[in-house]
Every structure is written in C-alpha cells, then in structure tokens.
C-alpha cells in the first residue's frame, strides 16, 4: 500500500499550527510574523479548497497584520536611534499652546498640582531648588506626572523673556501610552535629570524623614 501525501492537508494543518501558535505568543513582533505566516497558507489552503470565506478572510487579514508588523519595526528603529529633541517636538506640536512670560514670572512653584508639561521654545529659565539652568529648546515639567503625590517638585522661574507652550495631561499621556518611542525618551530624560539632580542637591529628591536622619547624622558628628 502506497500512502499518498495530501498536500492540501498539510497545507491546512499547518495553517492552523500557525494560527495557534500566534496565540500563544507573549510579545508582539513574534506574533506578528507567525499569524502573516498562517494567512498565508490559509489563502493557499481555502484557494485549492474552494472555501471562500476564509480565503476572504485572511485575504483581509494578510495586508492588516502586515502593517502592523511595519509599525513595530519603525518603532523599534525609532527608539534606537531617538537621541535627538527634534523629533519628540514634532509629535508634541500638534498639542502644544502658547503661554508667553517676561522675566521673573513663575511657570510653576514648588508643590503646586501637576497638570500640563511644558516646552520652551526660546529664552532661559531657572530650577531653583536644584540650581539648573535650562536654556534655547528643552522639554520640563515631566517628573512630576510620575511621583506619588503628582506635584511639582522644584519651582521654574524665567530668567528672562520666556516663550513657553504647554501640552495638558491628558494630550501627555496618551502620548506616554500609546507611542512607545515617546515613551522611553521620557524615561531617559527623567532619569538623566534624576541622576543629575541627585548629585547636584540630593536633599530636594530624598524623603523628609530620610533627611532629617541625615540631618541629624551630621549634628552628631560634628558634636
């Protein structure tokens, strides 16, 4: 007895070991490739059976998944090669708004509720408690939306003519949420700036408690 393959079978089967194995994936690039992998053989599986609406279907689902899978290739390559401002300032333009302010007028005080962050487009201002300047294009006020308490940590004041725009929290963090190249420059710019912050005057960022035994450390020694 001769066994005859039925590739068309096979075809089909393998479909489904693809499909299923899509599911079980954990991260989305493999994912991806796998289910491009199973809409393939499904089209060539329901052509040669003549099944139409799953030829239909994953005719559909083909181009869709692979779209998706450029779009995590860009990304990918964006947060590899994202060093520059340039392009976090394009994809806050669309929300910015203008909030003008001369010499010595505050933009936000110490403890005051977070609610928007802030990009100066020209000008310089001053972190008071930490003694930074921050000058020409720079992104600030973002720590403050990731603290417990989601209030401002130091206070900014202009040093001189200041044009500043603003982007609300909700346009933030949508932002923060669902552009993942977005997302890691604003960790890196916070931890750059907690780093740095830390060694310039590490008692703004330590705990209240924390510093008074330091505090108190130091009186004993001295005594």
């Given at each position: 007895?001769?066994?005859?393959i039925d590739w068309v079978q096979v075809t089909g089967w393998v479909a489904a070991a693809l499909t299923?194995?899509?599911?079980?994936?954990?991260?989305?690039?493999?994912?991806?490739?796998?289910?491009?992998?199973?809409?393939?053989?499904?089209?060539?599986?329901?052509?040669?059976?003549?099944?139409?609406?799953?030829?239909?279907?994953?005719?559909?689902?083909?181009?869709?998944?692979?779209?998706?899978?450029?779009?995590?290739?860009?990304?990918?390559?964006?947060?590899?090669?994202?060093?520059?401002?340039?392009?976090?300032?394009?994809?806050?333009?669309?929300?910015?708004?203008?909030?003008?302010?001369?010499?010595?007028?505050?933009?936000?005080?110490?403890?005051?509720?977070?609610?928007?962050?802030?990009?100066?487009?020209?000008?310089?201002?001053?972190?008071?408690?930490?003694?930074?300047?921050?000058?020409?294009?720079?992104?600030?006020?973002?720590?403050?939306?990731?603290?417990?308490?989601?209030?401002?940590?130091?206070?900014?004041?202009?040093?001189?003519?200041?044009?500043?725009?603003?982007?609300?929290?909700?346009?933030?963090?949508?932002?923060?949420?669902?552009?993942?190249?977005?997302?890691?420059?604003?960790?890196?710019?916070?931890?750059?700036?907690?780093?740095?912050?830390?060694?310039?005057?590490?008692?703004?960022?330590?705990?209240?408690?924390?510093?008074?035994?330091?505090?108190?450390?130091?009186?004993?020694?001295?005594?």
């Amino acid at each position: 007895m001769v066994f005859e393959i039925d590739w068309v079978q096979v075809t089909g089967w393998v479909a489904a070991a693809l499909t299923l194995s899509a599911y079980a994936m954990r991260t989305m690039l493999p994912l991806r490739v796998v289910a491009i992998g199973a809409n393939l053989f499904f089209i060539v599986y329901s052509s040669m059976e003549g099944i139409i609406p799953t030829l239909a279907l994953h005719s559909i689902l083909l181009p869709f998944n692979t779209y998706r899978l450029w779009e995590i290739l860009r990304t990918t390559r964006q947060m590899r090669t994202l060093t520059a401002d340039a392009q976090v300032f394009e994809w806050l333009s669309p929300f910015l708004r203008p909030m003008p302010l001369e010499k010595d007028q505050y933009i936000f005080r110490k403890g005051d509720p977070t609610d928007c962050l802030y990009m100066m487009r020209s000008g310089k201002l001053l972190l008071e408690e930490i003694d930074v300047t921050l000058e020409g294009e720079q992104i600030f006020g973002e720590i403050a939306f990731f603290t417990n308490e989601r209030t401002r940590t130091v206070s900014a004041r202009c040093l001189d003519h200041c044009e500043i725009m603003m982007v609300d929290e909700a346009a933030f963090m949508r932002l923060y949420n669902q552009h993942p190249a977005f997302g890691l420059y604003i960790v890196r710019l916070i931890a750059s700036r907690l780093l740095d912050g830390l060694q310039r005057s590490p008692e703004v960022y330590l705990d209240p408690k924390v510093r008074m035994a330091i505090l108190e450390s130091a009186r004993r020694e001295r005594a």
